[in-house]
């Protein structure tokens, strides 16, 4: 029997839903809605700037945004999604697979910029040994930084003595013990998250952090750069700058011991990244009444990690435990193109150090573990400078760097003394 014949005026209807579908395509394959949206910008001018005074931002916006779903499916390298959060296994990387490494920085892009705005590493660190000796380190610095201080020394959100907090651990675990530096900073992955987000010529500084049985949560909020200022200062920044801001800075953490949810691990909440006001609407009580509400915390194990964006709202939970003092080694990666909170002076890291970045050198090459050493304990930026008396390198456009300078060094075999004159020499010569 043959098919029953299709109606004229079904015929017209699916050619005209067919032309109709052609044009919807061509409309979007030529993005008119995007042109047409930057017409309409082009030809209204409107307030560069957010309101510092009552300014109220849309609450059902911001519960839309961070209400969204993370899908597997996005995230093929994560071994798992839990509350809305990627966790990758680090033992699963193979970090000689020079494809298998950008595509998981596309993913941890993708992360914090588009998606949940945070990820965690398990496994991080997995040898303890390293983070040991992380800890020893840590311990007689706090021990004498307290004995300095009358025992008054404390964070910036909580009574002095109540927690424990080392600023410029970085630098001071260098200092303290340069054979436990070394070993920490060796640690590729440092490499691969911070230029998954920031590129190339970035700076690590670091905080230690110890929140003792009892420790009171913060109160949400986003961080540096905006998030570092008043509201009446972060209203002077023009709107796009809010959104570079989050750009400028890597936020996360390394857990120095275990973290178990009563211990407090991180308040965050996922997609808040993406809310552009948001560095003046996290002050807003009602928008911290929706974090407290809504945010998620992930338990950690002693040597995993977590990294977010500075635009996360986020806030350190309360240690409701007797007996776990709650340590993570926080870590704030600054673009080449920002300010560090902190400074990091080279120099002395590098006459603590240079020894052992030698016999590495001697014992390895340039391994991905010294190159993610050198990276972490040098400039890698060479700008600001004076191009008067350190002008670009023959064929290039921009004079050598502090990296550049350990490098050549390292290659050629220098010893100590020459490699201080070297660093100290172009810092002079840098100078206005």
Same mark, same amino acid.
């Given at each position: 029997? !043959?098919?029953p014949a299709i109606r004229p005026g079904v015929t017209t209807a699916l050619a005209a839903f067919a032309s109709l579908a052609a044009v919807v395509g061509t409309i979007h394959y030529l993005e008119l809605p995007s042109l047409l949206a930057q017409r309409k910008k082009a030809r209204k001018v409107e307030k560069r700037c957010y309101d510092a005074t009552d300014e109220k931002y849309s609450l059902a916006s911001f519960a839309t945004l961070t209400s969204q779903l993370t899908l597997p499916s996005t995230y093929p390298l994560a071994t798992d999604i839990q509350k809305n959060v990627p966790i990758y296994d680090c033992l699963d990387f193979d970090l000689t697979d020079s494809k298998r @490494?950008?595509?998981?920085?596309?993913?941890?892009?993708?992360?914090? $910029?588009?998606?949940?705005g945070v990820y965690v590493l398990k496994n991080f660190f997995t040898d303890m040994a390293v983070l040991d000796g992380a800890n020893a380190a840590f311990a007689s610095i706090i021990k004498t930084e307290l004995e300095a201080s009358d025992g008054a020394k404390g964070d910036h959100f909580a009574p002095a003595s109540a927690n424990s907090r080392i600023w410029n651990s970085f630098s001071k675990h260098c200092l303290q013990d340069p054979a436990s530096f070394v070993k920490y900073y060796s640690n590729p992955l440092f490499r691969i998250v911070s230029e998954a987000y920031l590129g190339p010529a970035y700076r690590i500084t670091?905080?230690?952090? #110890?929140?003792?049985?009892?420790?009171?949560?913060? #109160?949400?909020?986003?961080?540096?750069?905006?998030?570092?200022?008043t509201k009446e200062d972060v209203a002077r920044w023009p709107k796009p700058m809010h959104d570079a801001s989050r750009l400028l800075t890597l936020q996360g953490a390394v857990a120095h011991s275990d973290m178990p949810l009563e211990s407090g691990p991180?308040?965050?909440?996922?997609?808040?990244?993406?809310?552009?006001?948001?560095?003046?609407?996290?002050?807003?009580?009602?928008?911290?009444?929706?974090?407290?509400?809504? $945010?998620?915390?992930? !338990?950690?194990?002693?040597?995993?990690?977590?990294?977010?964006?500075?635009?996360?709202?986020?806030?350190?939970?309360?240690?409701?435990? %007797?007996?776990?003092?709650?340590?993570?080694?926080?870590?704030?990666? %600054?673009?080449?193109?920002?300010?560090?909170?902190?400074? #990091?002076?080279? #120099?002395?890291? @590098?006459?603590?150090?240079?020894?052992?970045?030698?016999?590495?050198?001697?014992?390895?090459?340039?391994?991905?573990?010294?190159? %993610?050493?050198?990276?972490?304990?040098?400039?890698?930026? +060479?700008?600001?400078?004076?191009?008067?008396?350190? +002008?670009?390198?023959?064929?290039?456009?921009?004079?050598? %760097?502090?990296?550049?300078?350990?490098?050549?060094?390292?290659s050629e075999g220098w010893q100590k003394v020459k490699v201080l004159d070297e660093l100290t020499a172009m810092r002079k010569a840098g100078a206005a």
């Open positions: 029997m !043959p098919p @490494v950008e595509a998981l920085r596309d993913e941890l892009f993708h992360i914090l $910029y588009d998606g949940p670091t905080q230690l952090n #110890v929140v003792k049985p009892g420790g009171k949560p913060q #109160v949400c909020h986003r961080d540096y750069h905006l998030g570092f200022q991180t308040r965050l909440l996922p997609y808040s990244q993406g809310f552009d006001a948001g560095f003046m609407a996290y002050r807003q009580e009602e928008f911290n009444e929706y974090f407290l509400q809504n $945010y998620i915390a992930l !338990p950690l194990k002693k040597g995993d990690a977590v990294f977010f964006s500075p635009a996360l709202f986020h806030a350190a939970g309360e240690n409701k435990t %007797s007996d776990v003092e709650r340590s993570a080694n926080l870590i704030q990666v %600054s673009s080449a193109f920002g300010k560090t909170m902190e400074n #990091v002076d080279s #120099v002395p890291l @590098v006459e603590k150090s240079w020894g052992l970045l030698a016999e590495k050198y001697a014992r390895e090459g340039m391994s991905s573990e010294l190159d %993610s050493l050198v990276g972490a304990i040098a400039e890698g930026y +060479p700008f600001p400078t004076n191009l008067d008396r350190r +002008p670009p390198a023959p064929g290039g456009m921009a004079p050598e %760097s502090e990296q550049d300078i350990l490098k050549r060094a390292l």
